[in-house]
């Protein structure tokens, strides 16, 4: 299928990607996912084939492409198994993207080589109990002591956190309190290894079962001066920008399993019969195919356009949430349309459109809520 967004180098890097996951995922992802097993094994290798920072320059370790390569990615692999594409999405939108985008020289080299060689993992702390939607209610806190920044608190649902390949995390803390009485938000860098820094597998999630979720537990931990990320009290800033770039690889999860589900519903709806012929060639069938197709290609070009605005440097926060909540949407309605069309068997363990019914779930919720885009697409558009 030909889009304008994409170049020869795009289409062998998709090429690319469908190969490995079509012969190195597939045949492991239901049981995976049962089990709740995040795989080392398949996280190197996707790093090994450069998918670990693939927008970044080579004097980083990157593999020089472009933001639009890692939407492919993200797609390719969302269209076998959503665990594996959230590892890689949340790994360079949330793990590398902050620290290239606003690191310092020093930081950028001592970090992201490492980050991008397929053997390391960072996470990117903003979640907490009461600080989701809300950013503001953050009360982890860090405090500056003899040239160093002890940090207290916790953090909750964080991606590439407790893995034995995670390295660390970017953290959002409170740094302090303005004469107004408002929090100053501050991101601060903190290696795994760091006395009073603690992880804990979060178990028996209902999607991404083989993607590494986290709890943080942060007490009196000491990290140097040098590792706040940015600006301080530009916390908020910091995170916002990660989060414009990070919607777009939710949106390309999203429209990646909406492909997966479609391609699996119009194979079963040829191959079941019924009343003697597929029941593909029932209208009620047939319209609800041709309703998801349009409504992935609808999706798609949306957020091939958002990230084409990113990749030319052109403002594209708005376009991020829109290309976010759509494609979110498209594939809650794609996905569940599919186990409509499988019936019965659309709900057993051992059909793959009951795993993607599950891992749709979580679209609608991280990176923004669709109810928080849409109050930021209204603020866009000047309501």
Same mark, same amino acid.
């Given at each position: 299928?030909?889009?304008?967004?994409?170049?020869?180098?795009?289409?062998?890097?998709?090429?690319?990607?469908?190969?490995?996951?079509?012969?190195?995922?597939?045949?492991?992802?239901?049981?995976?996912?049962?089990?709740?097993?995040?795989?080392?094994?398949?996280?190197?290798?996707?790093?090994?084939?450069?998918?670990? *920072?693939?927008?970044?320059?080579?004097?980083?370790?990157?593999?020089?492409?472009?933001?639009?390569?890692?939407?492919?990615? +993200?797609?390719?692999?969302?269209?076998?198994?959503?665990?594996?594409?959230?590892?890689?999405?949340?790994?360079?939108?949330?793990?590398?993207?902050?620290?290239?985008?606003?690191?310092?020289?020093?930081?950028?080299?001592?970090?992201?080589?490492?980050?991008?060689?397929?053997?390391?993992?960072?996470?990117? *702390?903003?979640?907490?109990?009461?600080?989701?939607?809300?950013?503001?209610?953050?009360?982890?806190?860090?405090?500056?002591?003899?040239?160093?920044?002890?940090?207290?608190?916790?953090?909750?649902?964080?991606?590439?956190?407790?893995?034995?390949?995670?390295?660390?995390?970017?953290?959002?803390?409170?740094?302090?309190?303005?004469?107004?009485?408002?929090?100053?938000?501050?991101?601060?860098?903190?290696?795994?290894?760091?006395?009073?820094?603690?992880?804990?597998?979060?178990?028996?999630?209902?999607?991404?079962?083989?993607?590494?979720?986290?709890?943080?537990?942060?007490?009196?931990?000491?990290?140097?001066?040098?590792?706040?990320?940015?600006?301080?009290?530009?916390?908020?800033?910091?995170?916002?920008?990660?989060?414009?770039?990070?919607?777009?690889?939710?949106?390309?999860?999203?429209? *990646?399993?909406?492909?997966?589900?479609?391609?699996?519903?119009?194979?079963?709806?040829?191959?079941?019969?019924?009343?003697?012929?597929?029941?593909?060639?029932?209208?009620?069938?047939?319209?609800?195919?041709?309703?998801?197709?349009?409504?992935?290609?609808?999706?798609?070009?949306?957020?091939?356009?958002?990230?084409?605005?990113?990749?030319?440097?052109?403002?594209?926060?708005?376009?991020?949430?829109?290309?976010?909540?759509?494609?979110?949407?498209?594939?809650?309605?794609?996905?569940?349309?599919?186990?409509?069309?499988?019936?019965?068997?659309?709900? +057993?363990?051992?059909?793959?459109?009951?795993?993607?019914?599950?891992?749709?779930?979580?679209?609608?919720?991280?990176?923004?809520?669709?109810?928080?885009?849409?109050?930021?697409?209204?603020?866009?558009?000047?309501?």
């Amino acid at each position: 299928m030909y889009y304008p967004y994409f170049n020869e180098m795009h289409e062998q890097l998709r090429a690319e990607v469908r190969e490995f996951a079509e012969k190195e995922i597939r045949p492991q992802a239901a049981m995976l996912d049962e089990k709740g097993e995040f795989s080392e094994e398949l996280t190197k290798e996707m790093g090994k084939r450069g998918w670990f *920072g693939i927008f970044l320059p080579r004097e980083y370790g990157g593999r020089g492409m472009d933001y639009r390569s890692l939407v492919l990615v +993200v797609e390719e692999l969302a269209r076998v198994d959503s665990s594996q594409a959230a590892t890689i999405a949340a790994h360079n939108s949330l793990g590398i993207g902050p620290i290239y985008q606003f690191g310092t020289p020093e930081q950028k080299k001592k970090y992201l080589p490492m980050l991008c060689s397929g053997e390391h993992l960072w996470a990117f *702390g903003l979640t907490e109990e009461n600080a989701g939607s809300d950013s503001r209610g953050t009360e982890t806190t860090a405090v500056l002591k003899d040239g160093s920044w002890v940090l207290n608190g916790s953090k909750i649902f964080i991606s590439n956190a407790s893995s034995p390949m995670s390295a660390g995390a970017s953290l959002q803390v409170v740094t302090g309190i303005s004469g107004e009485g408002e929090k100053e938000l501050s991101v601060i860098l903190v290696d795994k290894n760091t006395p009073g820094y603690k992880t804990e597998k979060i178990n028996n999630k209902m999607m991404w079962r083989a993607a590494d979720t986290s709890r943080i537990s942060i007490s009196d931990c000491r990290v140097p001066f040098e590792n706040l990320l940015g600006e301080r009290g530009k916390g908020s800033h910091v995170m916002l920008q990660t989060l414009d770039s990070g919607r777009l690889t939710i949106g390309a999860l999203a429209l *990646g399993l909406a492909r997966g589900a479609y391609e699996m519903a119009l194979e079963y709806a040829r191959k079941r019969v019924q009343f003697g012929k597929p029941i593909s060639r029932f209208q009620a069938v047939a319209f609800k195919l041709a309703d998801m197709a349009t409504q992935i290609e609808a999706a798609a070009n949306l957020l091939y356009h958002a990230v084409w605005l990113k990749d030319n440097g052109q403002p594209f926060a708005k376009n991020s949430a829109m290309a976010k909540l759509y494609c979110s949407e498209v594939a809650r309605y794609v996905v569940n349309e599919s186990v409509q069309i499988h019936g019965a068997y659309g709900l +057993v363990k051992s059909s793959p459109v009951e795993r993607f019914y599950r891992d749709q779930r979580i679209l609608e919720i991280g990176e923004g809520t669709s109810e928080i885009l849409r109050l930021v697409i209204s603020r866009h558009i000047g309501t």
